[in-house]
């Protein structure tokens, strides 16, 4: 099948290249020309597991191609994708001006019956206002054209994204139209593998599953990182009430890991949209609410840790931080907890130095000027370098290398041995026989009794 996909972020590229992979002639547009060149280049705007591969031979086999504009020639498709940023309003629900303008740019072009998919996480009545600016841009043409948008929600996770786009738990396709649907039904067959995983519904009832279902695994983290939190003060290892409540089928073990906080560029911005969402109707939503509220605590729940081991001066103490991308496995720092905590560190007067297997460059470009010129922050190649001189080491990002570190050396290096486990990632037990301060999430560690 031909498709042409608009916007080449994290969704976009990762649609393009998987559909190109699967034998469709592609063809993914951004309107970003340094990106367009980069890419044909086979040189890719983020760090993805097998991505890399996928966009480099589905271009050599001509399957794969990128255009900076609707315009070019080899762009006109019968499937055409939306996948470009609906980055946060100033209130927190989603700016549509780049969806709007790619539907406007589809409407100008089209001259026969098409399928468009909304693939970017867009407010529930979005594809009714897509169709609307595209019927507007036809009539303008004076002409009367069929078309279908459908919505049809990306799932992927940072990390794992070829993977969970090749091996999809499900495929929501939002559409009342039976045109569209045999369309889809079509493109997507390759992925169904042992059964059918497409999960056909309305177009709204669509659009609202990929909030509800990001929400849902944010209230999830929210509602484990409240529990630790009563834990701490309770004299109760949440460790162990975490294997004790996953074990119930109706609850899981995944998604219930306590630690400093969600982040990323899905769970915070769809929440506080689906909050917004909400109050435009009138309607007050409670518990997501909390949910970020929660967060938005969590998220500096290390720091609290820091200041009541250290008591509030903290100038003329350095700290050892392991991770500052939002989670592992990805360079992305978007709504990352390492930057909440440096944010504070580095105002109370400590000294920070972070290390980080993927992130580093991404650090170095967009974190504040002014912390690595005062000398307060310094970013390291190793991650024992991090730890030289340090009060303590401070764990937010749980990448494999920090799992099992050689924690003779780690006593060593440091100044004082205490570390901060912002993910429980270590045995707290096993730490103090090692001469260590272990302050982990909800290890019970804070316990007035
Ligand atoms: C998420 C959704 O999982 C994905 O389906 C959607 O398409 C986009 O948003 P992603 O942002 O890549 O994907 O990250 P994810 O792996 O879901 O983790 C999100 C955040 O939750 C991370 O900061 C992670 O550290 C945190 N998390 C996750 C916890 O704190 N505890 C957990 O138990 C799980």
Same mark, same amino acid.
């Given at each position: 099948?031909?498709?042409?996909?608009?916007?080449?972020?994290?969704?976009?590229?990762?649609?393009?290249?998987?559909?190109?992979?699967?034998?469709?002639?592609?063809?993914?547009?951004?309107?970003?020309?340094?990106?367009?060149?980069?890419?044909?280049?086979?040189?890719? +705007?983020?760090?993805?597991?097998?991505?890399?591969?996928?966009?480099?031979?589905?271009?050599?086999?001509?399957?794969?191609?990128?255009?900076?504009?609707?315009?070019?020639?080899?762009?006109?498709?019968?499937?055409?994708?939306?996948?470009?940023?609906?980055?946060?309003?100033?209130?927190?629900?989603?700016?549509?001006?780049?969806?709007?303008?790619?539907? *406007?740019?589809?409407?100008?072009?089209?001259?026969?019956?098409?399928?468009?998919?909304?693939?970017?996480?867009?407010?529930?009545?979005?594809?009714?206002?897509?169709?609307?600016?595209?019927?507007?841009?036809?009539?303008?043409?004076?002409?009367?054209?069929?078309?279908?948008?459908?919505?049809?929600?990306?799932?992927?996770?940072?990390?794992?994204?070829?993977?969970?786009?090749?091996?999809?738990?499900?495929?929501?396709?939002?559409?009342?139209?039976?045109?569209?649907?045999?369309?889809?039904?079509?493109?997507?067959?390759?992925?169904?593998?042992?059964?059918?995983?497409?999960?056909?519904?309305?177009?709204?009832?669509?659009?609202?599953?990929?909030?509800?279902?990001?929400?849902?695994?944010?209230?999830?983290?929210?509602?484990?990182?409240?529990?630790?939190?009563?834990?701490?003060?309770?004299?109760?290892?949440?460790?162990?009430?975490?294997?004790?409540?996953?074990?119930?089928?109706?609850?899981?073990?995944?998604?219930?890991?306590?630690?400093?906080?969600?982040?990323?560029?899905?769970?915070?911005?769809?929440? *506080?949209?689906?909050?917004?969402?909400?109050?435009?109707?009138?309607?007050? +939503?409670?518990?997501?609410?909390?949910?970020?509220?929660?967060?938005?605590?969590?998220?500096?729940?290390?720091?609290?840790?820091?200041?009541?081991?250290?008591?509030?001066?903290?100038?003329?103490?350095?700290?050892?931080? /392991?991770?500052?991308?939002?989670?592992?496995?990805?360079?992305?720092?978007?709504?990352?907890?390492?930057?909440?905590?440096?944010?504070?560190?580095?105002?109370?007067?400590?000294?920070?130095?972070?290390?980080?297997?993927?992130?580093?460059?991404?650090?170095?470009?967009?974190?504040? *000027?002014? /912390?690595?010129?005062?000398?307060?922050?310094?970013?390291?190649?190793?991650?024992?370098?991090?730890?030289?001189?340090?009060?303590?080491?401070?764990?937010?990002?749980? /990448?494999? +290398?920090?799992?099992?570190?050689?924690?003779?050396?780690?006593?060593?290096?440091?100044?004082?041995?205490?570390?901060?486990?912002?993910?429980?990632?270590?045995?707290?037990?096993?730490?103090?026989?090692?001469?260590?301060?272990?302050?982990?999430?909800?290890?019970?560690?804070?316990?007035?009794?």
């Amino acid at each position: 099948m031909k498709l042409t996909v608009i916007g080449t972020g994290y969704v976009g590229l990762v649609t393009g290249a998987c559909l190109a992979e699967m034998g469709n002639a592609v063809t993914c547009v951004d309107v970003d020309e340094q990106k367009i060149a980069r890419l044909r280049e086979g040189i890719l +705007p983020i760090y993805e597991p097998g991505l890399e591969t996928i966009v480099t031979e589905n271009q050599k086999q001509g399957r794969l191609r990128f255009a900076t504009s609707l315009a070019d020639p080899g762009a006109e498709a019968p499937v055409y994708m939306i996948a470009v940023g609906t980055p946060p309003g100033e209130d927190g629900s989603a700016d549509l001006q780049y969806v709007l303008a790619v539907a *406007r740019d589809i409407g100008r072009r089209i001259s026969q019956y098409t399928v468009v998919l909304d693939k970017s996480t867009v407010p529930v009545g979005t594809a009714e206002r897509v169709a609307g600016v595209i019927r507007g841009e036809l009539q303008q043409r004076g002409l009367s054209v069929d078309f279908d948008v459908v919505s049809n929600p990306e799932f992927l996770k940072e990390g794992d994204a070829v993977q969970d786009f090749m091996r999809p738990d499900r495929i929501i396709i939002g559409s009342d139209s039976e045109r569209a649907r045999e369309v889809l039904r079509e493109l997507y067959a390759p992925f169904m593998r042992t059964h059918e995983r497409i999960i056909f519904m309305g177009v709204r009832d669509a659009e609202m599953t990929k909030y509800a279902a990001n929400s849902m695994l944010a209230t999830k983290i929210s509602f484990m990182n409240e529990i630790a939190g009563l834990c701490d003060r309770m004299g109760v290892d949440v460790e162990n009430v975490r294997l004790g409540i996953g074990s119930d089928s109706r609850i899981g073990y995944s998604f219930i890991y306590p630690g400093a906080g969600y982040g990323g560029s899905c769970f915070p911005k769809d929440v *506080r949209a689906l909050i917004q969402m909400a109050r435009q109707t009138g309607f007050e +939503p409670m518990l997501l609410n909390a949910v970020e509220a929660r967060n938005h605590a969590q998220q500096r729940v290390l720091y609290q840790k820091i200041l009541q081991h250290f008591g509030p001066q903290l100038a003329g103490r350095s700290f050892g931080l /392991w991770g500052l991308s939002f989670k592992p496995g990805t360079d992305d720092m978007r709504e990352a907890p390492s930057t909440v905590l440096l944010r504070d560190l580095i105002a109370s007067g400590a000294r920070v130095k972070a290390y980080d297997p993927a992130a580093l460059e991404v650090a170095r470009r967009d974190l504040p *000027r002014t /912390w690595f010129e005062s000398g307060q922050l310094q970013l390291v190649e190793q991650q024992y370098d991090a730890l030289k001189g340090a009060d303590a080491l401070v764990l937010i990002t749980e /990448w494999k +290398p920090f799992r099992h570190p050689d924690f003779t050396l780690v006593k060593t290096l440091m100044k004082s041995p205490i570390v901060f486990d912002g993910r429980n990632q270590y045995d707290p037990a096993q730490l103090r026989g090692l001469g260590f301060t272990h302050i982990g999430i909800g290890r019970g560690g804070e316990a007035i009794t």
